[in-house]
Nanobody, 120 residues
Framework: QVRLVESGGGLVQAGGSLRLSCAASGSTFSINAMGWYRQAPGKQRELVASIRRSGSANYADSVKGGFTISIDNAKNTVYLQMNNLKPEDTAVYYC??????????????WGQGNQGAVSS
């Protein structure tokens, strides 16, 4: 089992910045990749960014150039730095961890969600 605890988030004005953190505990040895998803009111949850322990990252087109994902393998913590925020970035942000066993995917674990709101 993996437990994810998120922190950060809050309310900022358009053009501002927020930083999210997600710390994993438990069977962290099984984690191969971590990421951030978001869900805006009335919309489906969508991938924002993901990163493998190697540091290889990918981003949704809508956040490229503004958001940066990073991982601290020693702390089993993933970060999302969000700059130049826009009102459409308002959503609940969820941390995700992909668990693998013997090279095969086994499960996704989710954080509790963290509200990020951007005022115009």
């Amino acid at each position: 089992q993996v437990r994810l605890v998120e922190s950060g988030g809050g309310l900022v004005q358009a053009g501002g910045s927020l930083r999210l953190s997600c710390a994993a505990s438990g069977s962290t040895f099984s984690i191969n990749a971590m990421g951030w998803y978001r869900q805006a009111p009335g919309k489906q949850r969508e991938l924002v960014a993901s990163i493998r322990r190697s540091g290889s990252a990918n981003y949704a087109d809508s956040v490229k150039g503004g958001f940066t994902i990073s991982i601290d393998n020693a702390k089993n913590t993933v970060y999302l730095q969000m700059n130049n925020l826009k009102p459409e970035d308002t959503a609940v942000y969820y941390c995700d961890a992909e668990s693998y066993y013997s090279g095969s995917y086994t499960n996704d674990y989710w954080g509790q969600g963290n509200q990020g709101a951007v005022s115009s």
